[in-house]
């Protein structure tokens, strides 16, 4: 496991940024996959009825809205070594406007009578927490191995 922790600490920051970015694509899927299914009451999968192949389609493809809001808000610019309260914040910001615009296009090529509202709600709450609570546990595991057991330090 240290071995782990210590290839990922010696790769490239480009190459850091990317993997964040992947983790961030597969935290966006699968956070709209799981505010579907908080909200209904069983996992959610669309089938094709009722309007929910474009519901399908509208999931896939939040990462290509998300991602472009996330890089303007600075989220890949952050060295996770020191991500803060600053950083949180822009977390905050750039997941709640991608809800909102998320929403705002979910409801105009939905089916929108049969589309839960509250979804909007859990998806940002779920996003804001698997983004924001990766980064400061990422951030705690570099500062504890660090200053525990000094495996990472150059």
């Keep these: 496991m240290i071995r782990m922790f210590q290839s990922l600490y010696t790769l490239p920051r480009k190459t850091k940024q990317v993997l964040v970015l992947l983790f961030d694509v597969a935290?966006?899927?699968?956070?709209?996959f799981a505010a579907f299914s908080i909200r209904?009451?069983?996992f959610y999968y669309p089938a094709g009825l009722y309007g929910d192949d474009k519901l399908l389609l509208i999931i896939f493809a939040a990462p290509l809205l998300a991602l472009p809001i996330f890089i303007r808000f600075g989220l890949y610019r952050t060295v996770i070594r020191y991500v803060g309260f600053r950083a949180l914040w822009h977390i905050n910001q750039a997941t709640t406007l991608y809800a909102i615009l998320w929403g705002l296009i979910?409801?105009?090529?939905?089916n929108w009578e049969a589309f839960p509202r509250s979804v909007i709600l859990i998806n940002w709450i779920l996003v804001m927490m698997t983004i924001?609570?990766?980064?400061l546990f990422a951030r705690w595991l570099l500062s504890e191995i660090n200053t525990n057991n000094g495996l990472l330090q150059k």
């Design 27 to 32: 935290v966006i899927i699968s956070s709209l």
């Design 40 to 42: 209904l009451g069983y």
């Design 106 to 110: 979910a409801f105009m090529v939905a």
């Design 132 to 135: 924001g609570g990766s980064r």
